[in-house]
């Protein structure tokens, strides 16, 4: 039998999950695993590169398991496990970090954003290698495809580079060269109080959380900022603000902008148009919240991790085993 192509993703349990995240990765997810071998964790060691509450921390990481399951992904389909479960992550981590340059990781843009905001003194060295350990969790699973938003693509790519120069020192095919996959629409959802800025966990202003009131979201929408004029047209320069709704509305209508300018040809009032964004967000959110809440009261949460934990570190520790033959480091049979 010819085997499936890989894929494999994450989401970071360190604020509440927002608008951005489902479209630019959740919904995607489940679109992968009929077709691919799916592998979608939740990255809780990367939640310790900046200070985080213990407790918020364990009932997120819950939440964002039920989020996976009530966003369609099957356990039966999908491997679903913590990135701490399987300890070949942080062993493969304590490897590739002797083989990654410190002048890329300063390179990457979302740790330059991150510690702009931070002292200069007290950055977490996991904070500047964490690109490190995200490498390890793709190569781990010989993953092709990696569903991401936009942000997270400079680190998509700096695995290809490390892979690349893994097989290279070692003469031989150690690690697959994955490639990020981006949604057609909506793989940078930005914030609606600025729509210059993206829409982040981190950055609670103008965010539309996963778990809001309806009625909050509503209001978020309706008092999102727009733009001087009155047409509804995409033009990421001039119209940030409508293009961001128009780029929300289209993601969760499974249309081309295009197609949702075209259904808002004719339209002038902002009022009118933010209404059926706010429309169609609730339309979306309102059974994907009722199914969350039902998937937390069933209690298989423990079982899909306990279950997918064990798969997982079956396939990663294959791969585990080989790197440290391969540099070294494995020497009995
Ligand atoms: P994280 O938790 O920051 O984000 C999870 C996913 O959501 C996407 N995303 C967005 N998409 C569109 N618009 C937005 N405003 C928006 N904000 C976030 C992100 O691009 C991402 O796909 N390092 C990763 C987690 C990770 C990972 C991995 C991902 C760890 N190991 C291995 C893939 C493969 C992160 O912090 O994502």
Known sequence: MEERKRALSAIKPTGNLTLGNYIGALREFSKFQDNYETFIFIADLHALTLPIDPAFLRSNTKDIVAFYLAAGLDPNKTTIFLQSDVSAHAELNSILINYVYMGELSRMTQFKDKSQKLNKEAIGVGLFAYPVLMISDILLYNTDVVPV?????QHVELTRDIAHRMNERYKKELFKLPQAIKPSVGARIMSLSDPSKKMSKSDPKGDIFLKDDLNVIRKKIMSAVTDTGHEIKYDQENKPGISNLLTIYASLSNMSIQDAEKHFEGVTQYGEFKKAVADKVIEVLEPFQQKYKEILQSGIIDK?????????????????????????????E
């Open 149 to 153: 938003g936009d942000d997270q693509t």
């Open 304 to 332: 899909v991790l306990d279950d997918g934990a064990k798969k997982a570190s079956y396939i990663a520790n294959k791969t585990l085993r080989k790197v440290k033959k391969t540099v070294g480091l494995y020497i009995h």
